[in-house]
């Protein structure tokens, strides 16, 4: 990259696990191991591909899976990634890690059963990393699952020990402008930065605005940068400098106004045009997303979060044509499952 890595010195952990970021398997650089090309391959899996709270009947929620061995990591859990999960073939028991870009419902939605399904066959800790209010919320999850843990299944063995002791979560600092690296392990070198998602006031009085994150993974010789939600962002544009792998969210305005126009007909138009320069100043539009990837030298482009579907838009090649105008490398629209 470009310009140089800083190191997490206050991340936020778990109170009740109390347990530093070296026990959440984040290691130090003196003693890190090594990740080199001979590493196991990596392969990126998009297990849902859509975007926005309403569940798609086409898509399952934003969710990936990076696979490497038999390890798994988690980037974002939004609803049906268990299910997803098991139509890839992935076993639960093998995640190491989750990252979460936002607490956006379709991007943390499932992270309960996550959780609550490593408790009942998972072993030793699972950290949860992601901006401000990760903490908050594993630890609510925690709480709030209390009941499902004492129902529990007759499963035989030891006790278990209570589900926040099998979890931790770790705030990243907030609105990063340099990249911090998140984990390390064998397999994975992981880094965040802080993207241009809540620019616009949300529906609740907050005295500041939420966090967002993008993440860039180096991992069996290759570097893939996730996103998240952003909007246009000189901080991203940099962040992907030389990535192999693009895995952007992409929004496509004209397709949002032609579903506005069916399902909110009878919205003031200034409530829907107020909505889409909403979406467009809050994520990427394809030839924003073209413009970053040419200037970076990434090596492909790979679309989700899809917003509309892009089974419901008129116009599907809408999605990609900007982008190829001026970036000449593969794009590709992902469909849930796909492998890259």
Same mark, same amino acid.
């Given at each position: 990259?470009?310009?140089?890595?800083?190191?997490?010195?206050?991340?936020?952990?778990?109170?009740?696990?109390?347990?530093?970021?070296?026990?959440?398997?984040?290691?130090?650089?003196?003693?890190?191991?090594?990740?080199?090309?001979?590493?196991?391959?990596?392969?990126?899996?998009?297990?849902?591909?859509?975007?926005?709270?309403?569940?798609?009947?086409?898509?399952?929620?934003?969710?990936?899976?990076?696979?490497?061995?038999?390890?798994?990591?988690?980037?974002?859990?939004?609803?049906?990634?268990?299910?997803?999960?098991?139509?890839?073939?992935?076993?639960?028991?093998?995640?190491?890690?989750?990252?979460?870009?936002?607490?956006?419902?379709?991007?943390?939605?499932?992270?309960?059963?996550?959780?609550?399904?490593?408790?009942?066959?998972?072993?030793?800790?699972?950290?949860?990393?992601?901006?401000?209010?990760?903490?908050?919320?594993?630890?609510?999850?925690?709480?709030?699952?209390?009941?499902?843990?004492?129902?529990?299944?007759?499963?035989? &063995? #030891?006790?278990?020990?209570?589900? $926040?002791? %099998?979890?931790? /979560?770790?705030? @990243?600092?907030?609105?990063?402008? *340099?990249?911090?690296?998140?984990?390390?392990?064998?397999?994975?070198?992981?880094?965040?930065?802080?993207?241009?998602?809540?620019?616009?006031?949300?529906?609740?009085?907050?005295?500041?605005?939420?966090?967002?994150?993008?993440?860039?993974?180096?991992?069996?010789?290759?570097?893939?940068?996730?996103?998240?939600?952003? &909007? #246009?962002?000189?901080?991203?544009? $940099?962040? %992907?400098?030389? /990535?192999?792998? @693009?895995?952007?969210?992409?929004? *496509?305005?004209?397709?949002?106004?032609?579903?506005?126009?069916?399902?909110?007909?009878?919205?003031?138009?200034?409530?829907?045009?107020?909505?889409?320069?909403?979406?467009?100043?809050?994520?990427?539009?394809?030839?924003?997303?073209?413009?970053?990837?040419?200037?970076?030298?990434?090596?492909?482009?790979?679309?989700?979060?899809?917003?509309?579907?892009?089974?419901?838009?008129?116009?599907?090649?809408?999605?990609?044509?900007?982008?190829?105008?001026?970036?000449?490398?593969?794009?590709?629209?992902?469909?849930?499952?796909?492998?890259?």
């Amino acid at each position: 990259m470009t310009f140089a890595f800083a190191t997490i010195r206050n991340a936020v952990l778990t109170a009740a696990a109390a347990i530093t970021l070296a026990s959440c398997a984040t290691v130090s650089a003196q003693e890190a191991p090594t990740v080199t090309a001979a590493a196991p391959t990596a392969q990126w899996i998009t297990l849902g591909t859509s975007g926005g709270p309403a569940v798609q009947v086409h898509r399952s929620q934003i969710a990936n899976a990076l696979v490497v061995g038999d390890a798994v990591y988690l980037f974002d859990v939004g609803n049906g990634v268990q299910r997803q999960m098991a139509m890839a073939g992935l076993d639960e028991n093998h995640v190491r890690a989750v990252f979460l870009s936002h607490h956006h419902l379709d991007h943390n939605a499932d992270l309960g059963p996550v959780l609550v399904t490593h408790w009942t066959f998972g072993q030793g800790v699972l950290p949860v990393f992601g901006p401000e209010g990760t903490s908050h919320l594993v630890l609510g999850l925690a709480d709030a699952n209390a009941p499902t843990l004492l129902a529990g299944f007759p499963t035989g &063995g #030891p006790a278990k020990p209570p589900l $926040r002791d %099998m979890v931790s /979560a770790a705030d @990243l600092p907030f609105a990063l402008q *340099e990249p911090v690296l998140v984990y390390e392990d064998e397999n994975v070198r992981v880094s965040a930065i802080g993207v241009d998602h809540y620019q616009l006031p949300p529906s609740v009085p907050l005295d500041h605005m939420p966090d967002a994150v993008a993440y860039r993974v180096e991992a069996g010789g290759r570097t893939i940068v996730f996103t998240g939600d952003s &909007g #246009p962002s000189p901080r991203l544009a $940099r962040f %992907m400098q030389g /990535a192999d792998l @693009l895995v952007t969210e992409v929004v *496509e305005a004209e397709a949002i106004a032609a579903l506005l126009t069916r399902t909110a007909a009878g919205a003031p138009d200034a409530v829907r045009q107020s909505i889409i320069a909403g979406m467009r100043r809050n994520h990427l539009e394809p030839a924003e997303i073209g413009r970053m990837a040419a200037a970076a030298g990434v090596g492909a482009v790979v679309l989700t979060h899809f917003v509309p579907s892009p089974e419901d838009a008129a116009d599907r090649e809408a999605y990609v044509r900007d982008i190829r105008s001026v970036y000449a490398g593969p794009v590709t629209m992902a469909n849930d499952l796909d492998r890259f």
